[in-house]
Structure formats: structure tokens, C-alpha cells
């Protein structure tokens, strides 16, 4: 005899889901993965590519990135010191992912 039916699989999000969200979550995040997914770029290069994002902003979400594990920072010495920030395996993942939704839905809001 049936008690009714079956309760669904509980929905559940992993604990690397909640702590990627909560990166992904923060403003201007998607915008430096998708960038960094197509390749590395220095501060000035990000800044000049994100419209609106202020310098402190940029430092804060890239912090956030290299804290994740999500992306790289590599400096050259020289007279002035420089800095080039690249995606690790991990941010390439993630990257990529973003590319490919953003270009899917671009092509079907422009047909």
C-alpha cells in the first residue's frame, strides 16, 4: 500500500558551491574571470577593459580572485615595479564557463 508519494531529492548546495558563489557573488568578478579566461593582463589593462571599476575596487576583487585561488599575480622587477595577474587552472575553469554562457546568450538576444 502507498503512503502518498515520493519526497523529492532534497535540494542541497555543496560547501564549494556556497564559496564559489560567494566569489563569483561580488561585483566586477564575473567581468575580471571572463577577462582573464582569454588571457593574463596588468592592472591598468583590467581597469581600462571595465568600464566604472575604480582602482580600489579592481585591487579588492582581485584580491578576493588570489584568495580563492582563482587567479595569479606575477611581478617583474625593474625600475618601477609591475604586475601581470593570470588565471590558475581553476579560474581557467571557471573562466571558460563564463565565456561560453555569456557568448550563448549573447547569440540568442542578437540572433
Not at 585561488?69 to 606575477?74: E, K
Not at 625600475?79 to 579560474?91: D, I, K, M, N, Q
Amino acid at each position: 500500500m502507498s503512503h502518498g508519494p515520493v519526497p523529492p531529492d532534497p535540494l542541497e548546495l555543496p560547501d564549494s558551491g556556497v564559496r564559489l558563489f560567494a566569489v563569483l557573488n561580488r561585483r566586477w568578478t564575473p567581468h575580471l574571470l571572463y577577462l582573464l579566461a582569454r588571457r593574463p593582463a596588468r592592472f591598468s589593462e583590467l581597469q581600462r577593459a571595465i568600464p566604472g571599476i575604480s582602482a580600489t575596487s579592481l585591487n579588492d576583487r582581485l584580491r578576493d580572485l588570489i584568495d580563492a585561488g582563482l587567479v595569479t599575480r606575477h611581478t617583474f622587477p625593474g625600475r618601477s615595479l609591475s604586475s601581470s595577474y593570470e588565471v590558475t587552472p581553476a579560474g581557467q575553469l571557471v573562466g571558460a564557463h563564463l565565456n561560453r554562457m555569456l557568448d550563448a546568450i549573447l547569440a540568442d538576444l542578437h540572433g
